[in-house]
């Protein structure tokens, strides 16, 4: 494997035995040490949680410095490519591995903007769900009903993989937009082929087929960095999920929407969202962020501060920086209501920066601090921060997805487990078995014990 090298070797003493186990570097002084004969060696396995101490994979797409607060998308510093890039010129950087030339770009660009409408037969999808429902709920059934239409991707055959990745990411913003149609009980709005990716997805989500709609230009700047800002971010929990998903050899679509599903939780994609509704819970309660902050900390309260924290980041993640400094330009220029917000999100930041709970635990904001801020300033609803997060995660997760697939290392995901339960027992009749366990009875919360035929209520939390 290229740029993964061979530096020795760990000792490991285990059960009277000492192994060695290869210590490899990658190309940024990250080292790792290869368990893969470990079981075979020493008859145990490693445990670790969350998988916070555990490679899962080599991979060459993005690099993460968490204590320095780096991250660079194919050796790209985000800042650049936030400032300079066009999202679909980074989606190619993420999937091919390179900037494209002029060519290869407008290429791209036209074999996306020629895909975005989506089956007619899909939309009906559309009006079968409650105005309720999440959108989140919608694109990730949707996404997968995409193999449905397009039977070629179940294989992964290499000569189509190409048209699906592109129908894939030019059918998202049209999915998106039309599950927020629905919910607001509004005519579908088809793509246009004469507008770039994200003006063609404000489009559909704020015209009405009575009038003519002008895209605000410092919006569309303000989506296409967000995109690229939320583009890639290593072996996250979503982007992990699809590589599990992939490994099975489930196809581009059923793996990307196991990718959404992953993403919605709000530990991870779903953060956004629960920042602006705590910032709107302070604001509503006075904005004495320094209550909210005691909150915090009394573990007991069970709050968390949303958009803080970082498995991996342990100092300021560049996203959120970036993200701060549009905050001011982007409400400036579109003057919408978003300021009281972004003012309590700037006190609540520099109350926690300067406090030791935060600083002791290495707690700075994220991506989700500041993202809703500016989505709000744009006209998005909050139910749909997380969708706009999988919009832009998408060419990361498609890339993640074909390197996984191309590895030499490639075989299915299927980590080992420490067994805790009962040891061998035997079977016992029904007729043997006198009464329900007590243990089994307080869980299933059983009123005395039930008579022979007589109907059994029970009240199961
Ligand atoms: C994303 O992985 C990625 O790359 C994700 C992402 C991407 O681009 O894909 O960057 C996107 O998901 C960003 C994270 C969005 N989530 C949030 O903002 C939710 C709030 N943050 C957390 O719940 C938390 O920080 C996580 C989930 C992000 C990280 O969790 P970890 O690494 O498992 O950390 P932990 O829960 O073990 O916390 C360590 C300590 C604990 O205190 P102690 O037990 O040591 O006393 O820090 C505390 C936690 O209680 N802590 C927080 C906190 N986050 C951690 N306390 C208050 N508020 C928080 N937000």
């Given at each position: 494997m290229k740029n993964y090298t061979k530096l020795g070797h760990a000792e490991l003493k285990v059960l009277g035995k000492t192994v060695k186990l290869p210590l490899y570097g990658g190309t940024e002084d990250e080292k790792g040490i290869d368990i893969s004969q470990l079981r075979e060696q020493t008859a145990c396995i490693t445990l670790d949680p969350g998988y916070a101490n555990t490679g899962s994979c080599t991979s060459g797409i993005t690099f993460i410095d968490g204590e320095k607060g780096i991250l660079r998308y194919r050796g790209y510093a985000i800042e650049d490519l936030a400032k300079n890039a066009s999202f679909l010129e980074v989606a190619y950087l993420l999937i091919y591995?390179?900037?494209?030339n002029p060519t290869q770009l407008s290429a791209f660009v036209n074999k996306i903007t020629r895909r975005s409408m989506i089956p007619e037969g899909m939309k009906r999808f559309f009006h079968g769900y409650p105005e309720s429902a999440?959108?989140?709920?919608?694109?990730?059934?949707?996404?997968?009903?995409?193999?449905?239409?397009?039977?070629?991707?179940?294989?992964?055959?290499?000569?189509?993989?190409?048209?699906?990745?592109?129908?894939?990411?030019?059918?998202?913003?049209?999915i998106a937009a039309f599950s927020y149609k629905q919910s607001i009980g509004q005519p579908i709005i088809e793509p246009m082929n004469k507008l770039n990716y994200t003006e063609n997805f404000l489009r559909m989500m704020f015209a009405v087929p009575t009038e003519e709609y002008d895209v605000d230009p410092v919006a569309a700047?303000?989506?296409?960095?967000?995109?690229?800002?939320?583009?890639?971010?290593?072996q996250n929990c979503s982007t992990s999920t699809v590589r599990i998903a992939g490994s099975s050899q489930a196809n581009l679509y059923a793996s990307i929407s196991a990718g959404i599903c992953a993403l919605w939780g709000y530990l991870h994609g779903g953060a956004n969202q629960a920042v602006i509704d705590m910032l709107r819970q302070i604001r509503n309660d006075g904005g004495d962020v320094k209550k909210f902050i005691r909150q915090v900390k009394d573990k007991k309260s069970g709050v968390r501060l949303m958009g803080f924290g970082h498995r991996v980041y342990k100092n300021y993640d560049p996203r959120a920086s970036i993200l701060k400094k549009a905050c001011d330009d982007v409400l400036a220029k579109v003057g919408t209501d978003g300021r009281p917000l972004l003012d309590i999100a700037k006190k609540l930041e520099n109350a926690a920066l300067h406090d030791d709970y935060f600083v002791e635990r290495k707690l700075?904001?994220?991506?989700?601090?500041?993202?809703?801020?500016?989505?709000r300033g744009i006209g998005i609803p909050s139910d749909m921060f997380t969708v706009i997060f999988a919009i832009g995660r998408l060419p990361g997760w498609i890339a993640q997805w074909l390197e996984m697939r191309e590895s030499p290392t490639f075989r299915i995901a299927r980590p080992r487990q420490i067994y805790t339960g009962?040891?061998?027992?035997?079977?016992?009749?029904?007729?043997?078995?006198?009464?329900?366990?007590?243990?089994?009875?307080?869980?299933?919360?059983?009123?005395?014990?039930?008579?022979?035929?007589?109907?059994?209520?029970?009240?199961?939390?």
């Amino acid at each position: 494997m290229k740029n993964y090298t061979k530096l020795g070797h760990a000792e490991l003493k285990v059960l009277g035995k000492t192994v060695k186990l290869p210590l490899y570097g990658g190309t940024e002084d990250e080292k790792g040490i290869d368990i893969s004969q470990l079981r075979e060696q020493t008859a145990c396995i490693t445990l670790d949680p969350g998988y916070a101490n555990t490679g899962s994979c080599t991979s060459g797409i993005t690099f993460i410095d968490g204590e320095k607060g780096i991250l660079r998308y194919r050796g790209y510093a985000i800042e650049d490519l936030a400032k300079n890039a066009s999202f679909l010129e980074v989606a190619y950087l993420l999937i091919y591995g390179e900037l494209p030339n002029p060519t290869q770009l407008s290429a791209f660009v036209n074999k996306i903007t020629r895909r975005s409408m989506i089956p007619e037969g899909m939309k009906r999808f559309f009006h079968g769900y409650p105005e309720s429902a999440h959108p989140m709920s919608i694109l990730s059934a949707m996404i997968c009903s995409l193999s449905a239409y397009y039977p070629d991707c179940i294989h992964n055959h290499p000569e189509t993989m190409d048209l699906n990745i592109c129908r894939i990411i030019a059918k998202i913003p049209s999915i998106a937009a039309f599950s927020y149609k629905q919910s607001i009980g509004q005519p579908i709005i088809e793509p246009m082929n004469k507008l770039n990716y994200t003006e063609n997805f404000l489009r559909m989500m704020f015209a009405v087929p009575t009038e003519e709609y002008d895209v605000d230009p410092v919006a569309a700047r303000a989506l296409e960095m967000i995109l690229i800002l939320h583009a890639d971010h290593e072996q996250n929990c979503s982007t992990s999920t699809v590589r599990i998903a992939g490994s099975s050899q489930a196809n581009l679509y059923a793996s990307i929407s196991a990718g959404i599903c992953a993403l919605w939780g709000y530990l991870h994609g779903g953060a956004n969202q629960a920042v602006i509704d705590m910032l709107r819970q302070i604001r509503n309660d006075g904005g004495d962020v320094k209550k909210f902050i005691r909150q915090v900390k009394d573990k007991k309260s069970g709050v968390r501060l949303m958009g803080f924290g970082h498995r991996v980041y342990k100092n300021y993640d560049p996203r959120a920086s970036i993200l701060k400094k549009a905050c001011d330009d982007v409400l400036a220029k579109v003057g919408t209501d978003g300021r009281p917000l972004l003012d309590i999100a700037k006190k609540l930041e520099n109350a926690a920066l300067h406090d030791d709970y935060f600083v002791e635990r290495k707690l700075y904001p994220n991506v989700d601090f500041y993202s809703g801020i500016i989505l709000r300033g744009i006209g998005i609803p909050s139910d749909m921060f997380t969708v706009i997060f999988a919009i832009g995660r998408l060419p990361g997760w498609i890339a993640q997805w074909l390197e996984m697939r191309e590895s030499p290392t490639f075989r299915i995901a299927r980590p080992r487990q420490i067994y805790t339960g009962n040891n061998l027992r035997k079977y016992v009749p029904l007729k043997k078995r006198e009464t329900l366990s007590k243990k089994v009875a307080s869980i299933l919360k059983i009123k005395g014990e039930p008579k022979a035929k007589e109907k059994v209520e029970w009240s199961r939390q």
